[in-house]
Protein backbone atom coordinates (compact mmCIF):
# COMPACT_ATOMS: atom_id res chain seq x y z
CA UNK A 1 0.00 0.00 0.00
CA UNK A 2 2.95 2.56 0.28
CA UNK A 3 4.04 1.96 -3.23
CA UNK A 4 4.21 5.13 -5.12
CA UNK A 5 1.89 4.95 -7.88
CA UNK A 6 2.08 8.02 -10.58
CA UNK A 7 -1.63 8.30 -11.82
CA UNK A 8 -1.16 10.38 -14.93
CA UNK A 9 -4.55 12.49 -16.14
CA UNK A 10 -6.06 12.17 -12.49
CA UNK A 11 -8.19 14.95 -12.93
CA UNK A 12 -9.94 13.74 -16.20
CA UNK A 13 -12.77 11.10 -16.56
CA UNK A 14 -10.58 8.30 -16.00
CA UNK A 15 -7.71 9.35 -14.05
CA UNK A 16 -10.28 10.47 -11.56
CA UNK A 17 -12.00 7.94 -11.23
CA UNK A 18 -8.52 5.50 -10.54
CA UNK A 19 -7.44 7.76 -8.57
CA UNK A 20 -10.73 7.26 -5.93
CA UNK A 21 -10.49 3.25 -6.41
CA UNK A 22 -6.97 3.57 -4.86
CA UNK A 23 -7.54 5.59 -2.31
CA UNK A 24 -10.99 3.53 -1.40
CA UNK A 25 -8.49 0.72 -1.19
CA UNK A 26 -5.95 2.34 0.73
CA UNK A 27 -2.95 2.65 -1.41
CA UNK A 28 -1.25 6.43 0.50
CA UNK A 29 1.50 6.90 -1.93
CA UNK A 30 -0.38 8.43 -4.99
CA UNK A 31 1.59 10.72 -7.37
CA UNK A 32 -0.92 13.05 -8.74
CA UNK A 33 -0.18 16.46 -10.53
CA UNK A 34 -1.95 18.91 -12.40
CA UNK A 35 -1.63 19.99 -15.90
CA UNK A 36 -0.46 22.87 -14.78
CA UNK A 37 2.02 21.45 -12.31
CA UNK A 38 3.44 18.67 -14.72
CA UNK A 39 3.12 19.38 -18.55
CA UNK A 40 3.29 16.09 -19.82
CA UNK A 41 4.02 17.11 -23.52
CA UNK A 42 7.02 18.51 -22.47
CA UNK A 43 10.13 16.02 -22.33
CA UNK A 44 12.55 17.91 -20.01
CA UNK A 45 9.75 18.39 -17.24
CA UNK A 46 8.58 15.00 -17.24
CA UNK A 47 12.31 13.63 -16.94
CA UNK A 48 12.78 15.94 -14.03
CA UNK A 49 9.35 14.38 -12.64
CA UNK A 50 10.45 11.13 -12.93
CA UNK A 51 14.26 11.83 -11.25
CA UNK A 52 12.46 13.65 -8.30
CA UNK A 53 9.67 11.05 -7.92
CA UNK A 54 10.82 7.72 -9.17
CA UNK A 55 7.70 5.94 -8.99
CA UNK A 56 7.19 2.59 -8.44
CA UNK A 57 4.31 1.98 -10.83
CA UNK A 58 2.53 4.42 -13.64
CA UNK A 59 -1.16 4.56 -14.67
CA UNK A 60 -1.03 6.34 -18.00
CA UNK A 61 -4.42 7.89 -18.02
CA UNK A 62 -3.86 11.17 -19.38
CA UNK A 63 -4.51 11.98 -23.05
CA UNK A 64 -5.93 14.51 -25.89
CA UNK A 65 -9.75 12.80 -25.50
CA UNK A 66 -12.74 14.26 -27.66
CA UNK A 67 -15.78 13.00 -29.54
CA UNK A 68 -16.32 12.75 -33.02
CA UNK A 69 -16.59 16.37 -33.70
CA UNK A 70 -13.83 17.37 -31.46
CA UNK A 71 -11.43 14.29 -33.43
CA UNK A 72 -12.28 15.24 -37.08
CA UNK A 73 -11.91 18.88 -36.42
CA UNK A 74 -8.55 19.14 -34.43
CA UNK A 75 -6.24 15.75 -35.98
CA UNK A 76 -2.70 17.50 -35.68
CA UNK A 77 -3.47 18.45 -31.85
CA UNK A 78 -5.07 14.79 -31.00
CA UNK A 79 -2.03 13.09 -33.09
CA UNK A 80 0.87 15.38 -31.57
CA UNK A 81 -0.35 15.79 -27.78
CA UNK A 82 -0.69 12.23 -27.02
CA UNK A 83 2.22 10.85 -28.95
CA UNK A 84 4.10 13.15 -26.79
CA UNK A 85 2.97 12.54 -23.74
CA UNK A 86 3.00 8.76 -24.59
CA UNK A 87 6.65 8.97 -25.46
CA UNK A 88 7.49 10.93 -22.43
CA UNK A 89 5.92 8.98 -20.15
CA UNK A 90 7.21 5.66 -21.39
CA UNK A 91 10.43 6.36 -21.67
CA UNK A 92 10.83 7.92 -18.59
CA UNK A 93 8.91 4.67 -17.00
CA UNK A 94 11.64 2.44 -18.33
CA UNK A 95 14.53 4.87 -17.60
CA UNK A 96 13.69 5.09 -14.00
CA UNK A 97 13.08 1.31 -14.06
CA UNK A 98 9.16 1.09 -13.10
CA UNK A 99 7.78 -2.04 -12.04
CA UNK A 100 4.50 -1.93 -14.08
CA UNK A 101 2.82 0.75 -16.15
CA UNK A 102 -0.70 0.67 -17.62
CA UNK A 103 -1.10 2.08 -21.08
CA UNK A 104 -4.55 3.85 -21.54
CA UNK A 105 -6.10 3.23 -25.16
CA UNK A 106 -9.77 3.13 -26.63
CA UNK A 107 -12.13 0.93 -29.13
CA UNK A 108 -11.15 3.19 -31.85
CA UNK A 109 -8.13 1.42 -32.60
CA UNK A 110 -9.94 -1.01 -34.83
CA UNK A 111 -10.53 -1.16 -38.54
CA UNK A 112 -13.77 0.23 -39.38
CA UNK A 113 -14.91 -2.50 -41.42
CA UNK A 114 -13.56 -5.06 -38.61
CA UNK A 115 -16.50 -7.96 -37.47
CA UNK A 116 -18.37 -7.37 -34.59
CA UNK A 117 -17.48 -8.01 -31.83
CA UNK A 118 -13.92 -6.69 -31.84
CA UNK A 119 -11.51 -9.04 -31.00
CA UNK A 120 -8.01 -8.12 -29.91
CA UNK A 121 -6.38 -10.11 -33.01
CA UNK A 122 -8.31 -7.95 -35.63
CA UNK A 123 -6.06 -4.91 -34.97
CA UNK A 124 -4.54 -3.38 -37.97
CA UNK A 125 -6.16 -5.35 -40.44
CA UNK A 126 -7.95 -2.74 -42.16
CA UNK A 127 -7.78 0.91 -43.05
CA UNK A 128 -9.33 3.16 -39.77
CA UNK A 129 -12.09 5.00 -38.98
CA UNK A 130 -11.51 8.49 -40.69
CA UNK A 131 -13.52 10.65 -38.14
CA UNK A 132 -10.68 9.56 -35.27
CA UNK A 133 -8.40 8.20 -37.35
CA UNK A 134 -5.23 10.48 -35.80
CA UNK A 135 -5.99 9.88 -32.23
CA UNK A 136 -6.57 5.97 -33.16
CA UNK A 137 -2.92 6.16 -34.86
CA UNK A 138 -1.63 7.40 -31.61
CA UNK A 139 -3.06 4.82 -29.03
CA UNK A 140 -2.00 2.58 -31.38
CA UNK A 141 1.55 3.67 -31.62
CA UNK A 142 1.60 3.53 -27.66
CA UNK A 143 0.37 -0.13 -27.50
CA UNK A 144 3.18 -1.20 -29.64
CA UNK A 145 5.68 0.64 -28.12
CA UNK A 146 4.46 -0.98 -24.99
CA UNK A 147 4.87 -4.13 -26.17
CA UNK A 148 8.55 -3.28 -28.12
CA UNK A 149 9.67 -2.26 -24.72
CA UNK A 150 8.39 -5.95 -22.99
CA UNK A 151 10.04 -7.44 -26.20
CA UNK A 152 13.15 -5.86 -25.84
CA UNK A 153 14.10 -5.23 -22.34
CA UNK A 154 11.84 -7.22 -20.74
CA UNK A 155 9.17 -4.35 -19.22
CA UNK A 156 6.26 -5.10 -17.67
CA UNK A 157 4.03 -2.45 -19.23
CA UNK A 158 -0.20 -3.50 -19.84
CA UNK A 159 -2.09 -2.17 -22.57
CA UNK A 160 -6.00 -1.92 -22.29
CA UNK A 161 -8.27 -0.37 -24.91
CA UNK A 162 -11.65 0.34 -23.09
CA UNK A 163 -15.19 0.74 -24.83
CA UNK A 164 -16.59 4.56 -24.91
CA UNK A 165 -16.58 5.60 -21.10
CA UNK A 166 -18.99 8.00 -19.11
CA UNK A 167 -19.10 9.06 -15.66
CA UNK A 168 -17.88 11.36 -12.85
CA UNK A 169 -16.32 14.44 -13.43
CA UNK A 170 -16.57 13.98 -17.51
CA UNK A 171 -15.95 16.90 -20.24
CA UNK A 172 -19.63 18.24 -20.94
CA UNK A 173 -17.72 21.33 -23.72
CA UNK A 174 -20.65 21.67 -26.39
CA UNK A 175 -18.62 20.96 -29.18
CA UNK A 176 -16.05 18.74 -28.69
CA UNK A 177 -17.14 16.35 -25.77
CA UNK A 178 -18.10 12.89 -25.86
CA UNK A 179 -22.04 11.74 -26.90
CA UNK A 180 -23.59 10.59 -23.60
CA UNK A 181 -22.15 14.01 -21.74
CA UNK A 182 -22.87 16.40 -24.50
CA UNK A 183 -26.56 14.55 -24.16
CA UNK A 184 -26.96 14.70 -20.34
CA UNK A 185 -26.27 18.49 -20.69
CA UNK A 186 -28.51 19.04 -23.68
CA UNK A 187 -31.37 17.41 -22.48
CA UNK A 188 -31.27 18.83 -19.32
CA UNK A 189 -30.89 22.88 -20.53
CA UNK A 190 -33.70 21.90 -23.05
CA UNK A 191 -35.92 20.68 -19.84
CA UNK A 192 -34.92 23.80 -17.90
CA UNK A 193 -35.66 26.09 -20.99
CA UNK A 194 -38.80 24.44 -21.50
CA UNK A 195 -37.96 23.61 -25.34
CA UNK A 196 -39.93 21.23 -27.72
CA UNK A 197 -37.10 19.70 -29.04
CA UNK A 198 -33.57 18.04 -28.62
CA UNK A 199 -31.36 17.42 -31.31
CA UNK A 200 -29.23 14.59 -31.81
CA UNK A 201 -26.43 14.20 -34.09
CA UNK A 202 -26.62 11.82 -37.04
CA UNK A 203 -28.90 9.52 -37.63
CA UNK A 204 -29.42 7.48 -34.53
CA UNK A 205 -28.87 4.74 -36.09
CA UNK A 206 -24.81 3.86 -35.34
CA UNK A 207 -24.75 1.26 -32.11
CA UNK A 208 -22.28 2.11 -29.52
CA UNK A 209 -20.37 0.24 -26.16
CA UNK A 210 -20.85 2.38 -23.06
CA UNK A 211 -19.31 1.37 -19.98
CA UNK A 212 -19.33 3.62 -16.28
CA UNK A 213 -15.85 4.56 -15.77
CA UNK A 214 -15.83 3.56 -12.21
CA UNK A 215 -15.90 -0.21 -13.61
CA UNK A 216 -12.64 0.52 -15.55
CA UNK A 217 -10.95 1.72 -12.64
CA UNK A 218 -12.05 -1.26 -10.67
CA UNK A 219 -10.58 -3.34 -13.40
CA UNK A 220 -7.30 -1.46 -13.60
CA UNK A 221 -6.96 -1.48 -9.89
CA UNK A 222 -7.84 -5.41 -10.31
CA UNK A 223 -5.10 -5.59 -13.20
CA UNK A 224 -2.81 -3.92 -11.29
CA UNK A 225 -2.54 -5.69 -8.38
CA UNK A 226 -2.96 -9.25 -10.13
CA UNK A 227 -1.68 -9.23 -13.37
CA UNK A 228 1.42 -8.95 -15.52
CA UNK A 229 1.98 -8.40 -19.37
CA UNK A 230 3.02 -12.13 -19.69
CA UNK A 231 -0.87 -12.66 -18.16
CA UNK A 232 -2.01 -10.40 -20.89
CA UNK A 233 -0.50 -10.42 -24.45
CA UNK A 234 -0.17 -7.41 -26.82
CA UNK A 235 -3.67 -5.69 -25.54
CA UNK A 236 -7.04 -6.27 -23.88
CA UNK A 237 -10.10 -4.77 -24.09
CA UNK A 238 -12.09 -4.02 -21.03
CA UNK A 239 -16.23 -3.52 -22.45
CA UNK A 240 -19.38 -4.32 -20.90
CA UNK A 241 -19.88 -6.15 -24.56
CA UNK A 242 -23.64 -4.78 -24.69
CA UNK A 243 -24.22 -2.24 -27.22
CA UNK A 244 -27.10 0.51 -27.67
CA UNK A 245 -28.00 2.83 -30.86
CA UNK A 246 -27.30 6.20 -30.31
CA UNK A 247 -31.30 6.47 -30.78
CA UNK A 248 -31.58 4.04 -27.64
CA UNK A 249 -28.76 6.15 -25.63
CA UNK A 250 -31.32 9.27 -26.28
CA UNK A 251 -33.77 8.15 -25.17
CA UNK A 252 -32.39 6.58 -22.08
CA UNK A 253 -30.80 10.09 -21.02
CA UNK A 254 -34.26 12.29 -22.13
CA UNK A 255 -36.17 9.34 -19.72
CA UNK A 256 -33.20 10.05 -17.12
CA UNK A 257 -33.35 13.95 -16.98
CA UNK A 258 -37.08 13.50 -17.56
CA UNK A 259 -37.50 16.35 -20.51
CA UNK A 260 -40.91 15.40 -22.26
CA UNK A 261 -40.87 17.13 -25.48
CA UNK A 262 -39.48 15.39 -29.10
CA UNK A 263 -35.94 13.96 -30.23
CA UNK A 264 -35.43 15.52 -33.81
CA UNK A 265 -31.83 14.16 -35.80
CA UNK A 266 -29.48 16.57 -37.56
CA UNK A 267 -28.15 15.21 -40.52
CA UNK A 268 -25.37 17.38 -41.19
CA UNK A 269 -23.44 16.02 -38.22
CA UNK A 270 -21.37 12.82 -38.75
CA UNK A 271 -22.44 9.29 -37.37
CA UNK A 272 -18.96 8.12 -37.42
CA UNK A 273 -18.02 3.97 -37.31
CA UNK A 274 -21.13 2.34 -36.95
CA UNK A 275 -20.50 -0.17 -34.73
CA UNK A 276 -17.43 -1.11 -32.07
CA UNK A 277 -18.52 -3.49 -29.78
CA UNK A 278 -15.73 -5.63 -28.32
CA UNK A 279 -15.18 -9.14 -27.89
CA UNK A 280 -14.77 -9.53 -23.78
CA UNK A 281 -14.16 -12.54 -23.43
CA UNK A 282 -10.57 -12.18 -22.65
CA UNK A 283 -11.12 -10.05 -19.64
CA UNK A 284 -14.18 -12.13 -18.19
CA UNK A 285 -11.47 -15.28 -18.83
CA UNK A 286 -9.03 -13.26 -16.30
CA UNK A 287 -11.51 -13.22 -13.73
CA UNK A 288 -13.16 -9.79 -13.99
CA UNK A 289 -16.36 -8.25 -15.71
CA UNK A 290 -18.04 -5.00 -15.52
CA UNK A 291 -20.69 -4.47 -13.12
CA UNK A 292 -22.94 -1.39 -13.83
CA UNK A 293 -26.08 -1.20 -15.87
CA UNK A 294 -25.94 1.53 -18.53
CA UNK A 295 -29.59 3.47 -17.47
CA UNK A 296 -27.93 2.98 -13.61
CA UNK A 297 -24.66 4.90 -14.60
CA UNK A 298 -26.56 7.33 -16.20
CA UNK A 299 -28.80 8.20 -12.84
CA UNK A 300 -25.50 8.19 -11.43
CA UNK A 301 -24.08 10.37 -14.04
CA UNK A 302 -26.96 12.60 -14.02
CA UNK A 303 -26.84 13.43 -10.09
CA UNK A 304 -23.24 14.40 -10.44
CA UNK A 305 -23.97 16.90 -13.26
CA UNK A 306 -26.45 18.25 -11.29
CA UNK A 307 -24.36 18.70 -8.06
CA UNK A 308 -21.43 19.42 -9.48
CA UNK A 309 -22.13 23.11 -11.12
CA UNK A 310 -18.72 23.60 -12.41
CA UNK A 311 -19.03 20.86 -14.76
CA UNK A 312 -16.32 20.69 -16.76
CA UNK A 313 -16.13 22.06 -20.10
CA UNK A 314 -12.78 22.10 -21.49
CA UNK A 315 -12.97 22.66 -24.89
CA UNK A 316 -10.29 20.62 -27.08
CA UNK A 317 -7.27 22.81 -26.94
O1 LIG B 1 -18.81 9.85 -28.25
P1 LIG B 1 -18.79 10.19 -29.71
O2 LIG B 1 -18.71 11.63 -30.06
O3 LIG B 1 -17.57 9.52 -30.44
O4 LIG B 1 -20.10 9.50 -30.35
P2 LIG B 1 -17.37 8.10 -31.15
C1 LIG B 1 -20.42 9.89 -31.63
C2 LIG B 1 -21.72 9.23 -32.06
O5 LIG B 1 -22.79 9.81 -31.32
C3 LIG B 1 -21.94 9.57 -33.53
C4 LIG B 1 -23.62 10.56 -32.21
O6 LIG B 1 -22.73 8.56 -34.12
C5 LIG B 1 -22.69 10.87 -33.41
O7 LIG B 1 -23.48 11.13 -34.57
N1 LIG B 1 -24.09 11.77 -31.54
C6 LIG B 1 -25.38 12.13 -31.45
C7 LIG B 1 -23.33 12.69 -30.91
N2 LIG B 1 -25.50 13.30 -30.80
C8 LIG B 1 -24.23 13.66 -30.45
C9 LIG B 1 -23.73 14.79 -29.75
O8 LIG B 1 -24.46 15.69 -29.32
N3 LIG B 1 -22.38 14.80 -29.53
C10 LIG B 1 -21.55 13.82 -30.00
N4 LIG B 1 -20.22 13.91 -29.73
N5 LIG B 1 -22.00 12.74 -30.71
C11 LIG B 1 -15.05 8.42 -30.10
C12 LIG B 1 -13.70 8.80 -30.65
O9 LIG B 1 -15.82 8.06 -31.24
O10 LIG B 1 -15.00 7.27 -29.28
C13 LIG B 1 -12.74 9.00 -29.52
O11 LIG B 1 -13.84 10.01 -31.41
C14 LIG B 1 -12.76 7.83 -28.57
O12 LIG B 1 -11.47 9.14 -30.07
C15 LIG B 1 -14.16 7.50 -28.15
O13 LIG B 1 -12.21 6.73 -29.23
C16 LIG B 1 -14.18 6.26 -27.30
O14 LIG B 1 -17.86 7.00 -30.28
O15 LIG B 1 -17.91 8.17 -32.54
Not at 129 to 134: A, G, R, S, V, Y
Not at 138 to 163: D, H, Q, W
Not at 164 to 193: C, T, W
Amino acid sequence: MDEKIFVAGHKGLVGSAIKRELEERGYKNLICKSHSELDLEDANSVTKFFDEYKPDYVILSAAKVGGILGNNSYPVEFFVKNMKIQLNVIENAYRTNVKKLIFLGSSCIYPKSAPQPLKEEYLLDGKLEKTNEMYALAKISGLKLCGAYNREYNTNYISVMPCNLYGLNDNYDSQNAHVLPMLIRRFHEAKINNQKEVTVWGTGKPLREFMFAGDLAKCIVFLLENKNASDIGEFINIGTGEEVTIFELANIIKDVVGFMGDITFDNTKPDGTYRKVMDVSKIKSLGWSAKTPLKEGIKIVYQDFLENKNIRKNPIN
